[in-house]
Nanobody, 127 residues
Framework: QVQLVESGGGSVQAGGSLRLSCAAS????????MGWFRQAPGKERAPVAY???????????YFADSVKGRFTISQGNAKNTVNLLMSSLKPEDTAMYYC?????????????????WGQGTQVTVSS
């Protein structure tokens, strides 16, 4: 059973930074899609940033247009971890952030590849 454990999040003022981390365990895939989605009240869950990686090599990164240039995603030093560094945060970034992962079918990631989800961690940005 794949498990995702999230850490980080919290409250920050606009312009500040936060870091989210996600550690995955229990999977044996050689190639994985892993990253973050978010859901604000009254809105659908949407992708924020994710990677397609094989071992320690990251082959593909996706960023939502709204976070490009402000957020970075990377594989952590610990195996099967992904970090999301969020900078220049805006009030509209306020949402519940969910780590998601799944087996990648090829060199990119599709929404349907994300089979496993974390519990979510709240990010609140005040103006």
């Amino acid at each position: 059973q794949v498990q995702l454990v999230e850490s980080g999040g919290g409250s920050v003022q606009a312009g500040g930074s936060l870091r989210l981390s996600c550690a995955a365990s229990g999977y044996t895939y050689s190639r994985i899609c892993m990253g973050w989605f978010r859901q604000a009240p009254g809105k659908e869950r949407a992708p924020v940033a994710y990677i397609n990686s094989e071992g320690s090599r990251t082959d593909y990164k996706y960023f939502a247009d709204s976070v490009k240039g402000r957020f970075t995603i990377s594989q952590g030093n610990a195996k099967n971890t992904v970090n999301l560094l969020m900078s220049s945060l805006k009030p509209e970034d306020t949402a519940m952030y969910y780590c998601a992962a799944g087996q990648a079918r090829d060199g990119v990631c599709y929404r349907s590849d994300f089979d496993y989800w974390g519990q979510g961690t709240q990010v609140t940005v005040s103006s």
